[in-house]
């Protein structure tokens, strides 16, 4: 019985091999074959694949002829089921290509032929795309877009496309004048450096208009007249996204210009050659929304066409086979106002240092002016500095000490110095004898008592400075701002000297321009003002919310900044707010910002701060001002100044004053 069973099961084995050889038609060779296929010409490499009667290497090279216009891209290409029919077998080819912003999506036959035991693909260019014939290659047309607008308070047009004039020499209308010669000439008339330009007209082929500098339309001191006196230069019309002045905000905003070859590089084919796209500020950051997407054609057409071949047939000869329709940008809108943008600009103009005034609406947290000077050297001081505050902070001291239970009218004692573990602190240069002694809070903090504020750090801890700064705003981040921005750094622990110096706004604390503009402005709403910049993020929202915390030249902070909180913890109410303005308006009627009494409108009230710096002796500072008047809440900063009251408290005086 045993041995019968044996025999059977041995019969079965048989069978059931003998049947798996007979299913065995060769597809699984064809699908190995098709899926080798797909792989090449995924990488646009097929010199390793077998081909029936064509070199692999005559293949390739047609291969990336057909395809060289799409360059850089590749497509992803899959092979489907084969299908056999008497030693031959059909393969569906699914390729995708990403062309511009979108995507391109085809299926084509590859036909594979048995050779002996080897499937060999066999070579036709509809291969690669569907209905391609012998000779013809693939090109592209691209159409952009024109740039849209940036756009602040009431839609007013902050970048929008101005009339400029390329000046160069074409080469073309040179006859025979010297290159060499007409372009040092125009050169030393435009102001660019005649070697370079010289050299950049010599390289340049023999039809080439060569651009030596671009001007504004409006403005322009160098005349028609004056250029078409040099051989071969000339001036041609043109427009470019620009804002109202070369200065305007350019921190802020970034620029626009043609695409260089790496930021195209980089782009993974967002861009082409003649593109225009943006660097720095809300330009690069909201490049996508505001560039919108080419409008791109891919064409077959017969290689090596002349024009006269291409002029006599119909569309050129091209065959569009792939269309991808262009969208236009949408503007960007923002809270600036171009006439307050302008008015801090002026003041600035005349500073020497790194400097920055920057207004808010603190009913809405609208940043209306945002301003970097000269000194800055286009950092965007206005939001991104990293400064130690100095006395400003005593707003955050006070709201602190308030929480704690005292009121303005509070006693504080007021030395003319204090002693901290050996460190010696004391009041500024000048302050008055008559608020030295035992003074209330409120005429401590008009004069800005150091040693009142420093002798609270045992009753006021550093976690309490950490959270008072948060409920005013500070500190946090600003997912509503839609910029990179840097709203301050308070650490929640530090003992000593350093506790000590956080009491004046120094130590390890730190402050933009535009933070204390937010803490001023949270003073005069009685409650944190979310900072708002960018109305429409769009697309980009998730980029544009948070902060960012790069420091500035020359800076004092540390690359490592604590991180901000996510939202405040107990906000300031009205009450604490009410306190806090009371002070802050005693800086004006009774301590050392008087000059602002004259503001016509509401009544001004004000903080100064004066925070030292550097290891020079006497050491440099940083000159602050704050300030609210109305709905309007103001920072003036000045990065090497002298007292924020005598440096910086004349500018807000101006700008206040014209503002209105």
Known sequence: ??????????????????????????????????????SAVSALDVGSVAFDGKDAGAA????????????PAKPAVESGEPTLDSGTATVPLNYTWTVGSGEWKYTTSAELKKSGDQWLAVWNPATLVPGLAAGEILGTLSQSPARAEILGAGDAKLVTYRPVVNVGIDKPLLASADPAASAAELAQLVGVDPAAYTEQVQAAGPE?????????????????????????????????????????ARALLGTAAEANAEQ???????????????????????????????????????????????????N?????????????????????????????EDILGKVGPASAIVALRPSSGAVLAAASGPGS???????????????????????????????????????????????????????????????????????????????????????????AAT????????????????????????????????????????????????????????????????????????????????????????ASAPAPAPASGTPVTATEAAALADMMRAVVTSGHTGFLASVPGAPVAAKTGTAEFGSENPPKTHAWIVAVHGD???????????????????????????AG
């Open 1 to 38: 019985m045993g041995k019968i069973s044996r025999i059977s099961i041995v019969l079965v084995g048989l069978i059931l091999g003998a049947s798996l050889v007979s299913c065995d038609d060769g597809s699984a060779g064809a699908r190995d074959a098709a899926k080798q296929l797909a």
């Open 60 to 71: 390739n090279e047609q291969l990336n002829e057909v395809f060289k216009a799409l360059d």
């Open 208 to 248: 080439a208009f060569v651009t030596a500098i671009t001007l504004r339309e409006d403005g322009r001191t160098i005349t028609d007249d004056q250029i078409g006196e040099i051989p071969g230069a000339r001036a041609i019309s043109d427009s470019l996204p620009l804002a109202p002045t070369r200065t305007f």
């Open 264 to 314: 195209i590089e980089k782009s993974g084919g967002a861009l082409n050659a003649g593109d225009t796209t943006g660097t720095g500020g809300l330009q690069q950051q909201y490049d996508a929304q505001l560039r919108g997407s080419n409008g791109i054609q891919v064409y077959a057409e017969k290689a090596g066409l002349t024009a006269e071949e291409r002029q006599a047939l119909p």
């Open 316 to 344: 050129g000869g091209r065959r569009s086979i792939f269309q991808l329709e262009m969208k236009v940008g949408t503007p960007l809108k923002t809270s600036l106002d171009p006439n307050l943008q302008q008015l801090a």
């Open 377 to 467: 050297n286009g950092y965007d001081t206005a939001l991104l500095g990293q400064y130690a505050p100095g006395s400003i902070f005593k707003i955050v001291d006070s709201l602190a000490m308030i929480r704690n239970g005292m009121t303005p009218e509070s006693t504080v004692e007021c030395p003319a110095t204090l002693t901290v573990d050996g460190r010696t602190f004391k009041n500024a240069e000048g302050y008055p004898a008559s608020s030295l002694g035992s003074v209330t809070l409120r005429d401590a903090f008009a004069h800005s008592c150091n040693t009142a504020f420093i002798n609270a750090r045992d009753t006021v801890s550093q976690a309490q400075l950490e959270a």
């Open 471 to 558: 409920s005013l705003g500070v500190a946090v981040e600003a997912p509503a701002l839609g910029a990179g921005a840097f709203l301050g750094s308070v650490p929640g622990e530090a003992t000593g000297t350093e506790h000590a110096a956080s009491m004046i706004g120094q130590g390890k604390v730190l402050m933009s321009p535009l933070a204390a503009a937010i803490m001023a402005g949270s003073v005069a709403k009685g409650a944190p003002v979310s900072p708002q910049l960018v109305l429409n993020p769009g697309a980009d929202e998730a980029a544009a919310a948070g902060t960012s915390a790069t420091p500035s030249a020359g800076s004092t902070a540390s």
């Open 632 to 658: 309007l809440a103001v920072a003036v900063f000045v990065e090497e100044g002298g007292l924020g009251a005598t440096v910086s408290g004349p500018l807000l005086k101006e700008f206040l004053t014209a």
